[in-house]
């Protein structure tokens, strides 16, 4: 015998959970901290590193998430305040959980629905290399008082210097054109996508 749980998505929201000022996309901190944004998705925001995790909820829009401030959800419907609390709680909650294996998780996305009951679930991917930012912990300490960028690869990869998955997409992107302006992608090389096939298995090992 099987059974099968429905759950609807809450008015396509996505719950980003935020540990570390960094990123170059237009939603990212860094980013934000450059244009001088005091105030990113009600939270106000320290002049220097981050002393607790954030959230900054956006709205699934066709083109790119747009950022959202937990009043506007409320006031637009988006969510209820009951609502947006639970998935709050559960979301950070889950970040916590994702600082094992001798990884940090510098950010992540977090999708919740609701169940037939109502209550809220978490659905859609957890954690994975697509939905999260990670850098390599036992070196990050030593090379951010040194001033160095953050190890993104585990030392058993092939070089030094290698990206992570995402991050190796995202600089390989920022490099090749501007996803959130450009009508025409270019297209993905067969060694890039092979490469981002590599880095994917190679990830997923560090999780076992």
Not at 51 to 73: G, Q, R
Not at 122 to 136: A, F, W
Not at 145 to 164: A, D, H, M, R
Request: glycine share 6%; net charge negative.
């Amino acid at each position: 015998m099987s059974s099968t749980m429905c759950a609807y998505l809450l008015r396509c929201m996505n719950m980003l959970v935020r540990g570390y000022v960094t990123g170059s996309t237009d939603t990212s901190l860094w980013t934000v901290y450059k244009n001088g944004v005091c105030n990113y998705c009600g939270n106000n925001l320290p002049d220097g590193e981050l002393s607790v995790n954030i959230l900054t909820p956006t709205t699934k829009a066709a083109e790119h998430d747009i950022p959202i401030t937990p009043d506007e959800i409320f006031q637009r419907g988006l969510m209820s305040q009951a609502d947006f609390e639970e998935a709050s709680r559960k979301a950070l909650c889950l970040f916590e959980y994702g600082q094992e294996h001798g990884l940090i998780l510098v950010d992540t996305k977090h999708e919740f629905g609701k169940g037939p009951d109502g209550s809220v679930l978490l659905i859609d991917e957890v954690h994975t290399p697509d939905s999260s930012r990670y850098r390599i912990g036992h070196s990050y300490e030593k090379r951010f008082q040194e001033g160095l960028e953050p190890e993104n690869s585990p030392t058993w990869e092939l070089t030094e210097n290698l990206k992570l998955f995402q991050e190796f997409l995202r600089l390989w992107l920022k490099e090749n054109c501007n996803p959130y302006e450009d009508e025409v992608l270019p297209d993905a090389p067969e060694e890039l996508v092979s490469e981002l096939a590599w880095r994917n298995v190679k990830e997923a090992l560090l999780f076992l």
